[in-house]
């Protein structure tokens, strides 16, 4: 396992930000197995402690493990091979985790990656399964698939995971606000700004609702891959070094590119966010969507949470969607009253299925709840 300690700052007191401290972490889990298709037992790696406290002003430690279940169901009852990974934490501090799992393939390619962000904002644990652990779990692939590639994904009939965590805990500021940790502002993001908006030595136009954005090829493939494809082969949009881009529209777009360019959302009130979302991860930028994905927490409510509970479960946004799921079970009565609900009644019978089984475990809870008091 590699432990990096990315950044550690501790303000003055006439900032408003105590202090922001950020690690990143990067496991390869080697999971050895003779006979793949007759393993179902669930594997866990031992808890692994990062955050360590190093002075008065640090966290206590966080631990966190990792679980490969090799045969799992989906949604659709489907056999599938899942990972999970679970974090324990001081129950009174707020954090952030952005994780990405992938599976490692005889080229040293990372495939089958899956990923999201786990907030405890300090007010309510995002976890899967309603426990008290928080924890992300995603389906990596199939059964079927990996024992129709088990040449190139079980080497030496071993599978790999590649597990990497960024973790960001902060403090609140003494004016209640706090810093975000995926909008450092920095030199190198304010040149890049300039960049973008003088369109010195450009050498690409993108095209939305008319307007026209003068861009650079090496910044948009090194910052998304999906640029990167386009250019990188023989489209038309290659040879004319120009893109007309009808999905997106210009307001998200040029958001988009500044993000793209200096790693930083420049104003929410701006655009939509759910609009800002699905150009992200259109275009996969895992962070910005997870940006745009705790903005859309905070603003989940009865009246929406119907509709963001689609948008989650088909952008693959678990914590969001585990907010919206709760969101709904707290407030049935009011939520069953709005069109998002009465949509996704007609449109989507498997999230209504996870929906009312939401609703069942919370009111079990809660009965457990008043039988204890």
Known sequence: MEVQQVE???????????????????????????NFSDQRIPTSTPFYTFMQ???????????WKVRLIPVDIDVSENEVVSAQVFINSDPSQAFKVAISIAILDNNRQEVYKIGSSIYYLGREKVSDGGGTTPSYKGVLLPCQELMAHRQTLLVNNCLTLIVKLRFTLTRSSMDGSS???????????????????????????????????????????????????????????????????????????????????TGQVQDFNKVSVVDLFKAADRYRLEDLKHICEEELIERVEASNAA????????????????FALKMI??????????????ELIQTDQTLLMEAFDSLARYNTELKNKIGNS
């Open 329 to 342: 079970s707290r407030n049935v009565e009011e939520v069953m009253r709005t069109p998002g609900w009465k």
């Open 307 to 322: 509709d963001i509970l689609s948008l989650a479960h088909k952008y693959n946004a678990q914590p969001l969607k585990t």
């Open 53 to 63: 406290e190093q002075g008065s002003n640090l966290p206590t430690a966080v631990r």
């Open 179 to 261: 810093d975000d940790f995926l909008n450092p502002p920095s030199s190198l993001s304010n040149d890049l700004s300039e960049a973008l908006k003088i369109s010195d030595f450009t050498d690409m136009t993108i095209v939305c609702d008319k307007k026209e954005f003068h861009c650079h090829k090496f910044i948009l493939a090194a910052r998304s891959e999906v640029f990167a494809a386009m250019l990188r082969h023989e489209f038309l949009e290659k040879q004319n070094s120009r893109v007309d881009v009808k999905e997106i529209d210009a307001e998200t777009m040029d958001l988009l590119l500044y993000y793209i360019y």
């Open 8 to 34: 550690e700052i501790v303000q003055s007191e006439d900032c408003c930000l105590q202090y922001v401290a950020t690690k990143s972490e990067r496991l390869v889990y080697k999971w050895r197995i003779r």
